[in-house]
Nanobody, 125 residues
Framework: QLQLMESGGGSVQPGGSLRLSCVVS????????LGWFRQAPGKEREGVSC????????GYKDSVKGRFTISRDNTKNTVYLQMNNLNPEDTAVYYC??????????????????WGQGTQVTVSS
């Protein structure tokens, strides 16, 4: 059974950091683009960061560039999102996603095939 399971969300103060993890089970991620999306209350879901299957192509939403870093460990079937210098505008439910066909660039603006259930990130003082 295909499953993506996020963890690492929580509540932090502005300027804090969190590291999200997403473990994939049911298939190996070696040939999949992987990415992170988020949805804030009352807003549409948006792509945050995506990475190609080879790991050599990454894309970031402008507002997170320089603060967030996506990485993957295919040996652990896991994708990570390191989030630093968080601000209240980063508050959202964060979802990981995987797709065997979309490139990293198309994934972050498209509709990946597989999704996790989401993890809440709240940034507040």
């Amino acid at each position: 059974q295909l499953q993506l399971m996020e963890s690492g969300g929580g509540s932090v103060q502005p300027g804090g950091s969190l590291r999200l993890s997403c473990v994939v089970s049911g298939f190996t991620v070696d040939y999949y683009s992987l990415g992170w999306f988020r949805q804030a209350p009352g807003k549409e879901r948006e792509g945050v960061s995506c990475m190609s299957s080879s790991g050599d192509i990454t894309g970031y939403k402008d507002s997170v560039k320089g603060r967030f870093t996506i990485s993957r460990d295919n040996t652990k079937n896991t994708v990570y999102l390191q989030m630093n210098n968080l601000n209240p505008e980063d508050t959202a439910v964060y979802y990981c996603a995987a797709d065997p066909w979309l490139s990293a660039e198309h994934m972050c603006v498209g509709e990946p095939r597989y999704w996790g259930q989401g993890t809440q990130v709240t940034v507040s003082s």
